[in-house]
């Protein structure tokens, strides 16, 4: 079965960190470009930062540039989120999601992707 699995969130205060991962069972992510997205109750799915297949390109929203980490170790089929002095708006349910590389488009974050994980929560509360 293919699939995305996200984990790590959960609830932290304000200013704290976490760590998320989205690890591919059934395929390997060599060939995937990934993107992290987050969706808040009402309101709609917004990019949060994507990963070229190589780890050599990323890109992240304005809103969490300078405090969220993307990183990926294709030998452990896992790419990573790195959250750290999170604020309550970053609360959201977290998704990964993998896009086939297609290295003559330029993209870094695809207008649309293969596969999606289920999410991961992340409450940032005191």
């Known amino acids: 079965q293919l699939q995305l699995v996200e984990s790590g969130g959960g609830l932290v205060q304000p200013g704290g960190s976490l760590r998320l991962s989205c690890a591919a069972s059934g395929f390997t992510l060599d060939y995937y470009a990934i993107g992290w997205f987050r969706q808040a109750p009402g309101k709609e799915r917004e990019g949060v930062s994507c990963?070229?297949?190589?780890?050599?390109?990323?890109h992240y929203a304005d809103s969490v540039k300078g405090r969220f980490t993307i990183s990926r170790d294709n030998a452990k089929n896992t790419v990573y989120l790195q959250m750290n002095s999170l604020k309550p708006e970053d609360t959201a349910l977290y998704y990964c999601?993998?896009?086939?590389?297609?290295w003559g488009s330029g993209y870094v974050c695809y207008p649309e992707y293969d596969r999606w994980g289920q999410g991961t929560q992340v409450t940032v509360s005191s």
């Open positions: 999601a993998a896009k086939a590389e297609d």
């Open positions: 990963i070229s297949s190589s780890g050599g390109s990323t």
